[in-house]
């Protein structure tokens, strides 16, 4: 189990000077699969008062494919075919930086056809939803327009040419869109894209979140534990992969992966869900949501061959405002004793809690946690659900101090062992629950 002072780190309490830098990405979109080239438009904020110095796109760990100067980047890149685990990262002119990862498959070129960059399929996305994608044809002629199909037989948008960028406003609901392109030849081909589009304001639940954008990805290793990324770093190896077919429950499970030379050094993966950077198109400008917030349920399948290789897994809620921090960390620790323990935010400590944590290897493990902030600002541990065994916790503690954060976010984190033997975990139909 780590120092206490990570999981302070791991839920990014970080230098003033990152504290509001972020990088958005409009396209592509995380999970997507791209034939050719690669179009690449984002843009980057930082509470820096000198701003953006750059921006640019690895496309591996050490491998800085593009950089441009400025606050926004509209490029394309030429890929071979394969799977991708790109990270657009800004620096700006105080030291700082962001970065945001995004996954894609890149595949072989078509004669004919409809690219779709954004949204991907089968993702949660908020409303207005914005549709990138470009056609390619074999007629002479060229390619005469491209629309959109939100429904059959409804036509909500139609553009002259063979490139396609605009954002349609869509109530809350699932849809199974279709992009389509009509050639000057007479002929015509489509890309279907599902997507569920959430609420964008009093919502109540998100789903699917593994599969979802705007994860980060960070090392920590002892003594001090603080973030360190791209990976390797700090003889740290960790990545994520979306998109998993197999072993997985949904068609598009997540995988986890901690690695390296380091022992028992972590590997975090958040996402802000409400506020800034929200991947959820919430972001809840006028700071009049979150306070609002007082319970939470926090629900996920995990899957690993071999769990026994893991010091501990976490799972953890986070909300921040009014310069408060309301930390619920739930550390299930597997080589370091099978049991679970939570975070006491004030005296910065874990806390055993008597509860066993026996997760089964080779099958998928169903966790609830439920969780609470009580009228009087206290943190209400409630219970922990594992593979259908409820434990009622029933510990309460004092926030602690989040001085300028603010917004709702979740943890999921992995801890290395004494040799820090390399594992991974696959994640899937993950959902948070809010009112």
């Known amino acids: 189990m780590k120092s206490p002072l990570s999981l302070i780190v791991c839920l990014l309490v970080l230098s003033a000077s990152e504290a509001f830098a972020g990088v958005t990405v409009t396209s592509p979109a995380n999970g997507a699969t791209i034939q050719g080239s690669v179009p690449y438009v984002a843009t980057a904020t930082t509470s820096c ?5 750059s ?19 509209n490029t394309s890149l030429n890929l071979s075919p394969g799977t991708y685990n790109t990270v657009v990262e800004d620096w700006d002119n105080c030291g ?3 970065t945001t990862a995004i996954t894609i498959t890149v595949t072989g070129s078509s004669s004919s056809g409809v690219n779709v960059t954004s ?11 914005n549709f990138v994608a470009t056609a390619s044809t074999s007629c002479s002629k060229g390619v005469a327009s491209m629309g959109i199909y939100t429904a059959p037989g409804q036509l909500a948008y139609v553009v002259n040419g063979a490139s396609l960028n605009t954002s349609l406003s869509l109530s809350a609901g699932t849809y199974n869109t ?15 894209v599902t997507i569920t589009v959430g609420s964008s304001s009093g919502g109540s639940s998100f789903s699917n979140i593994q599969h979802s954008g705007g994860w980060g990805q960070y090392g920590q290793g002892p003594p001090s534990f603080v973030d360190c990324s791209p990976s390797p770093c700090d003889g740290i190896t960790f990545s994520m992969e979306q998109g998993v077919k197999s072993p997985s429950m949904s068609g598009e499970a997540s995988q986890f992966n901690l690695g390296g030379t380091t022992v028992y050094s972590d590997a975090l993966f958040n996402n802000h869900l409400i506020g800034p950077f929200s991947s959820q198109g919430m972001p809840d400008t006028n700071e009049t949501l979150v306070p609002t917030l007082h319970d939470f349920t926090y629900d996920v399948y995990f899957y690993g061959s071999n769990l026994a290789l893991s010091q501990a897994v976490e799972f953890d809620i986070n909300q921040f405002f009014d310069n408060t921090g309301f930390i619920w960390g739930h550390e299930c620790r597997i080589a ?5 323990d939570i975070w006491n935010n004030q005296a910065a400590q874990w806390v055993p809690t008597g509860i066993p944590c026996n997760p089964v290897s080779n099958a998928w493990n169903h966790l609830t946690i439920k969780v609470q902030r009580t009228s009087n600002n206290e943190l209400y541990y409630q219970s922990i659900t594992l593979n259908g065994v409820t434990s009622n916790v029933n510990i309460t503690y004092p926030p602690g101090s989040a001085p300028g954060w603010y917004g709702v976010t979740i943890n999921y984190q992995m801890d290395g062992n004494y040799k820090q033997n390399a594992y991974t975990v696959y994640l899937d139909e993950i959902t948070f629950s809010y009112q």
């Not at 008062?49 to 110095?53: A, Q, R």
């Not at 591996?60 to 950089?67: C, D, F, M, T």
Request: hydrophobic share 30%; glycine share 20%.
């Open 119 to 129: 949204p991907a399929n089968k993702s949660t996305v908020s409303s207005p939803t």
């Open 96 to 98: 700082g930086a962001g």
């Open 49 to 53: 008062s000198k701003g953006i110095g």
């Open 336 to 340: 370091g004793g099978n049991e679970w």
């Open 178 to 192: 279709v992009v389509q392109e009509w050639d000057k030849c007479g002929g015509a081909a489509t890309t279907p």
């Open 55 to 73: 921006m640019g796109i690895y496309t591996a760990p050490g491998q800085l494919a593009y950089v441009g100067n400025g606050d926004n980047l």
